[in-house]
């Protein structure tokens, strides 16, 4: 990876800790810079009859939460445990989903990978054992192809819930309340720049009831934390706008 990277004309990295892992791995990084992750550039999908969701929303007080699964065995797979690690991320997601649905809410399950399709199914077949059928049935499961099929999903939730960092960057590119259960230090990074570091957990350790509370929280704050949001994703949108420059002038002359 380093001799790979010591081969680039250009180096850049989504967050500090990015830099600084390269840094500790053996190169020099000295005139390396730092952007947001360039997903932050796709354009986002107009969202179909949003106007008429929030007002249903505003009446009813039931929402659509968007909850991003992951076939998540642990940092590495292969460990021993993995399955314990699965399992254990599954049982509290539908702790966390039978919560949400005895307050009559609607889950869209929400996916980054084909394998994670498996956590979909694992997570549906517990459901199906605690919850009645009527309230199953106000599960969903989103199905997506690329970044663009994932916001179009998005676009239909009114708050994400995720693991995997794309996940994180999609909800936050239409601008919608989102917690965090990651893997690594990227998701909270990228929370903290966005002012939300306390919608953060690991999702080797979270916490179900705080799960709860960082949800309760961010529907009260859900407009305030949208307009954090769209603060947000201008600088970073300003920012790899001054990349696009770089490049084209530093790179492409």
């Not at 990015?18 to 791995?25: D, L």
């Not at 699964?69 to 989903?97: I, R, S, T």
Request: hydrophobic share 45%; proline share 2%; aromatic share 8%.
């Amino acid at each position: 990876m380093v001799s790979a990277a010591k081969l680039a004309h250009y180096r850049s990295y989504r967050d500090a800790r990015s830099k600084e892992f390269m840094r500790n791995a053996g190169l020099n990084v000295e005139n390396d810079a730092v952007y947001p992750d360039v997903v932050f550039k796709l354009p986002t999908p107009k969202p179909a009859n949003s106007a008429e969701s929030t007002s249903v929303t505003s009446r009813t007080g039931v929402l659509t939460v968007g909850l991003g699964v992951m076939k998540y065995d642990g940092w590495y797979g292969f460990a021993h445990d993995g399955g314990a690690v699965f399992d254990l991320y599954l049982d509290k997601l539908a702790q966390f989903v039978t919560h949400l649905l005895e307050r009559g809410h609607r889950v869209k399950l929400l996916t980054g990978e084909t394998t994670d399709m498996e956590a979909v199914d694992a997570l549906r077949a517990r459901l199906r054992v605690v919850v009645a059928g009527a309230a199953e049935e106000r599960v969903s499961t989103g199905l997506v192809s690329s970044l663009h099929d994932l916001m179009e999903e998005i676009s239909e939730t009114d708050i994400v819930i995720a693991t995997r960092f794309h996940n994180i960057v999609c909800a936050l590119k239409m601008e919608k309340p989102v917690i965090s259960l990651g893997y690594s230090a990227k998701n909270d990074a990228l929370l903290a720049e966005m002012g939300l570091d306390e919608y953060c957990q690991h999702v080797d350790t979270f916490d179900v009831e705080v799960l709860i509370a960082q949800f309760e929280k961010g529907i009260i704050e859900t407009q305030k934390i949208k307009n954090a949001i769209r603060a947000g994703n201008l600088a970073f949108m300003e920012q790899l706008d001054l990349q696009d420059k770089r490049l084209l002038s530093e790179i492409l002359s």
